[in-house]
């Protein structure tokens, strides 16, 4: 790790969700900072709040107090057009289940957010052919998610994650639903494509052995940071 820029910051990051009478306070005053280009790994136990985390980070829900910055902005302060673009095309979202639309081939599920942010049709289809080479599913382009693998279906959703060229990578556990072999080639893949972009990975997961080939490891206990473990990886 060599990049020193600061392209996230939280600062005492709450979120409660209303329950009945009462509400459950999941996080509780969470300060992060990851740098551009960092691969950080989120861990701790069931229910602390990791989940919750992810999606505030890409503005897929509010904190109910505290800010979160975004390379220096503010994304509370944006409005609904830059939220849209924020999401679209600044964050790359990779989830457990990889929400690929059925009635769409390969290509087209990859094509789909740059075609949303009006980018040439023509030049957003080469670009996610090459990204389908890049995860090594090209000879699927023209397949429907159902005709594919569980590990073919998360290959194409991290392309779909990169095509358009987002700051920010957030993955929620994406190899959750699968076998240890594809499991192990999609981790290297999301390594590799984001050491190569020098794209910042955030990723929740319950694989130690994935968290320790991270630059750092951030584990949350009681809805704060309870390590900040910066490892030895390059």
Request: aromatic share 4%; glycine share 6%; hydrophobic share 40%.
């Amino acid at each position: 790790m060599t990049q020193s820029k600061v392209i996230l910051k939280t600062e005492n990051l709450h979120k409660s969700f209303p329950m009945g009478k009462s509400s459950l306070h999941v996080l509780k005053g969470l300060d992060l900072q990851v740098q551009q280009g960092e691969i950080v790994a989120i861990i701790g136990p069931s229910g602390v709040g990791k989940s919750t985390l992810l999606h505030i980070l890409g503005a897929l829900d509010n904190p109910t107090e505290g800010r979160v910055e975004i390379d220096g902005q503010d994304i509370e302060q944006f409005d609904e057009l830059q939220l849209a673009d924020f999401r679209n095309s600044r964050a790359g979202f990779i989830f457990q289940f990889h929400h690929l639309l059925p009635e769409l081939t390969a290509l087209e599920n990859v094509m789909l957010p740059g075609l949303i942010a009006r980018r040439d049709k023509n030049e957003v289809a080469d670009a996610a052919f090459k990204l389908l080479t890049e995860v090594e599913v090209q000879d699927r382009a023209e397949h429907r998610p159902s005709e594919l693998s569980g590990g073919e279906q998360q290959r194409i959703a991290v392309a779909r994650a990169l095509i358009n060229n987002p700051q920010l990578i957030l993955a929620d556990e994406p190899s959750g639903n699968l076998d240890l072999r594809s499991s192990t080639s999609l981790h290297e893949l999301m390594w590799n494509l984001s050491r190569k972009y020098q794209r910042t990975l955030i990723i929740v997961t319950h694989n130690t052995e994935l968290a320790n080939s991270a630059d750092r490891i951030i584990e949350l206990y009681d809805g704060k940071v309870k390590n900040n473990i910066k490892t030895d990886q390059k």
